[in-house]
């Protein structure tokens, strides 16, 4: 018997260290690596806590996934920020990610809010506007704080216009910016007059024009163009084309009947359609919107809230509510564009790690083959086993975001703090990458992994509220 055994062709199934089995896949061995960690990562009394408690996790859990599928996020307008958004004053300056203090911002950060003071008129230049800042004259504060998100940098001030979304199913609403397309732009930390210009159009003539446009039509669904967009092959975080095709085929026609000037509508409707990533503002907004019903679900370890900001990533979780729990951010790992390389990067940043929360971007990667290269990857085979390791982290499925190239299976929906810490698989973001001085702007595109040391926190604090 154990010659038979000896002579017989081994198939491997290696549990723990992945170098066992990367040794052996090398020898052609036919291996399957489990990855295993102990529970609660190794903390003795929060496995205890969390596998007392772990029938009401999971009810709290379906709970939460059933509030994100059963959201509908409508787009009702856009709004200048100081008319919807609590508490933003003139020298308020929204930013992307957790709290952060000036002295720890990153370059483009700083850059970015620079520029934002000047939009503002607060100061004439940049010497001026940082004097305002160090003397506490100037609020900085994140975009969550205030019902809202913004991509990269993520700013917003009191006369921006943001676009505002109505979860029509739960009655909340959500906010972000307009997207700027393109090459010099203030979310990736440009500010020269270019950009400034640019804002106070979109400010006095293309925010309104959207509004009066959406008017007409009484509001659109944008879950139901997402939907679309993903089996056209939009993965919603770096490719949007599908989904600005989508909304710039209901929005521009209505455009085209208000009573503007010819010349105004025709720039309105050709930066719309000229602007590939338009739709990923409004896909962040929709995501806010699906996701804040959850702050607060009593029980549920799912995640409500990923973001950066170029220094810290930070995380919320529907029972701990309001809670950042925030580890240092990532540097993404992908492609550059010629002349550019990892030493020219920031760390990551943004609040369009949102999206990967209500199971799209980096977590669908497999609906979106032509994303893949373009982020640096690997093949669709690769696509596909990311989205399928989020499956393992996450709770449960989207039944309205589905798979095209995995035979329409709903995307994974419901990250969760504990598998993510016992199967040791983090979060994978889709994401642009950001010089790391201002005023440079974009200089790639890649995948970036969640830091497990938040996670590892915000289990820590979930399991103290289970005993509360």
């Known amino acids: 018997m154990s010659n038979n055994l000896l002579n017989q062709k081994l198939n491997v199934v290696n549990v723990g260290l992945e170098l066992f089995s990367q040794t052996l896949v090398k020898q052609a061995v036919p291996t399957t690596h489990v990855s295993w960690r102990p529970p609660a990562g190794g903390n003795k009394e929060v496995a205890k806590i969390l596998d007392k408690y772990e029938d009401r996790i999971n009810a709290a859990n379906e709970k939460v996934v059933q509030i994100y599928n059963d959201a509908q996020p409508v787009l009702t307008g856009v709004k200048p920020a100081h008319t919807v958004l609590k ?31 000047r939009f503002e008129g607060l100061a004439e230049n940049d010497e001026k506007a940082v004097q305002l800042i160090k003397s506490g004259n100037i609020k900085l504060s994140p975009n969550h704080h205030h019902g809202s998100v913004g991509p990269m940098t993520g700013m917003i001030t009191y006369h921006m216009p943001v676009f505002e979304v109505k979860n029509e199913t739960f009655g909340n609403v959500a906010y972000c910016s307009i997207n700027e397309g393109l090459g010099k732009v203030m979310r990736f930390g440009a500010n020269d007059p270019e950009v400034l210009e640019r804002l106070i159009w979109f400010r006095d003539s293309l925010g309104p024009a959207i509004s009066d446009a959406i008017a007409l039509c009484g509001g659109i669904n944008l879950k139901v163009i997402m939907a679309q967009a993903l089996a056209m092959g939009d993965e919603m975080h770096q490719r949007n084309i599908a989904a600005s095709s989508l909304f710039a085929r209901k929005i521009c026609p209505l455009i085209a009947q208000l009573p503007m000037d010819n010349e105004a509508k025709t720039k309105a409707i050709k930066f719309i359609c000229d602007n590939d990533q338009f739709f990923l503002n409004m896909a962040m907004a929709a995501a806010k919107s699906i996701t804040d019903p959850a702050k607060g679900v009593k029980d549920s370890s799912i995640v409500t809230v990923m973001c950066r900001n170029g220094t810290e990533f930070g995380v919320k979780v529907a029972a701990t509510g309001e809670q950042w729990f925030t580890a240092p951010a990532n540097m993404p790992e992908g492609l550059y564009f010629p002349g550019y390389g990892p030493q020219d990067a920031n760390p990551d940043m943004g609040d369009s790690a949102i999206l990967e929360v209500i199971g799209l971007g980096g977590i669908a ?30 709770h449960g499925k989207s039944t309205q975001f589905l798979l095209a190239t995995m035979n329409f299976e709903g995307s994974p929906l419901g990250i969760d703090i504990r598998k993510v810490i016992e199967n040791d698989i983090v979060p994978v973001i889709n994401t642009g990458m ?13 995948v970036v992994k969640a830091p497990h040391g938040c996670f590892e926190k915000a289990l820590v604090a979930f399991a103290e509220t289970l005993t509360d």
């Open 434 to 446: 950001a010089h790391r001085l201002p005023g440079i702007g974009q200089i790639g595109a890649g």
């Open 87 to 117: 508490g933003l004053t003139k020298e308020t300056i929204l930013h992307a990610g957790p709290p952060i203090e000036w002295d720890d911002m990153c370059g483009p950060m700083k850059g970015a809010i620079l520029g934002a003071i």
């Open 365 to 394: 990667m497999a609906a979106s083959p032509a994303v893949v290269r373009f982020v640096g990857a690997g093949s669709q085979d690769d696509a596909v086993r990311y989205t399928k390791e989020m499956g393992v982290i996450s």
